[in-house]
């Protein structure tokens, strides 16, 4: 990431959301639908441009689960943790993705490629338990499953 850049791209979004009333929290989604995330770097730049303090913008950032602090992979697996695959073993499925990528919720592995988040039902609880990695739905997965699903990832990004 080049720093001037993203001191320009800053001061472009200070600019567009500095009369708006509740302009914090629109200055981080845009500056989260530049970089997919807001870099400690952006959220430090909005401190000194805007005259903001940095505990002010990370009580913004914390509060709302919609705001990244670290790059998304470039597959999202999210499984869901609703009522439905809760009971039907989700829990399970989480236990193994993490074994297998060594990977907590809400982070992403060393190699970029896949970021693990939990949601809580994705609307579909006839299919439980369900994961989607990117747009793909999987349904009735068991944790033998899992293996298979992170592999054919790997294979389409290889
Ligand atoms: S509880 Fe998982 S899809 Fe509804």
Redesign the pocket.
């Known amino acids: 990431m080049v720093v001037e850049t993203l001191k320009d791209d800053v001061k472009a979004v200070i600019e567009r959301w500095k009369d708006k009333e509740g302009n914090l929290i629109m200055i981080l989604h845009d500056i989260q639908d530049r970089y997919g995330y807001v870099p400690r770097e952006a959220a430090l730049e909005v401190s000194r441009q805007a005259d903001m303090p940095l505990a002010r913008i990370y009580e913004v950032l914390t509060f709302y689960n919609y705001f990244k602090l670290t790059p998304p992979g470039k597959f999202t697996i999210s499984v869901?943790l609703?009522?439905?695959?809760?009971l039907k073993g989700?829990p399970a499925l989480i236990e193994e993705i993490r074994r297998l990528l060594q990977v907590d919720e809400g982070h992403t592995t060393k190699d970029g490629l896949f970021h693990l988040q939990i949601v809580r039902?994705?609307?579909?609880?006839g299919?439980?338990?369900?994961i989607t990695v990117g747009h793909k739905v999987y349904s009735a997965v068991k944790r033998t499953d899992v293996m298979g699903i992170i592999a054919e990832h790997k294979t389409v990004e290889a």
Request: hydrophobic content about 40%; charged content about 0%; proline content about 6%.
């Open positions: 869901c609703g009522t439905a695959c809760y989700a039902c994705l609307g579909c609880c299919l439980a338990p369900v």
